[in-house]
């Protein structure tokens, strides 16, 4: 799965550099097109995917400030600051 996400992404950012390379040389709406279909791609599937492997076995209590996370936390500027 990391790696389909890895070629996902190389394929996203070529396809956006094909499309305005080719916005450039050609002039017409193909480089537009390429681009548009580019950032969609990104966007509705390769963040998703991208986020689902980045988060998979992590609990989301850890990094929300809760009052317990916030007393951590003044504990250890506490011990900073002596």
């Known amino acids: 799965m990391k790696i389909f996400v890895k070629i996902l992404s190389y394929l996203v950012f070529i396809g956006v550099f094909v499309g305005i390379f080719s916005k450039e040389l050609v002039g017409d ?11 969609l791609v990104g966007t509705l599937i390769f963040m998703p995917l991208f986020l689902a492997i980045r ?3 992590k ?3 850890d990094y929300t400030l809760s009052n ?6 003044r504990e250890k500027a506490d011990d900073f600051n002596l």
């Open 29 to 39: 709406r193909t480089g537009d097109i390429i681009i548009g279909i580019s950032v």
């Open 59 to 61: 609990k989301l209590k």
């Open 55 to 57: 988060w998979k076995g």
């Open 68 to 73: 317990e996370n916030l007393k951590k936390m």
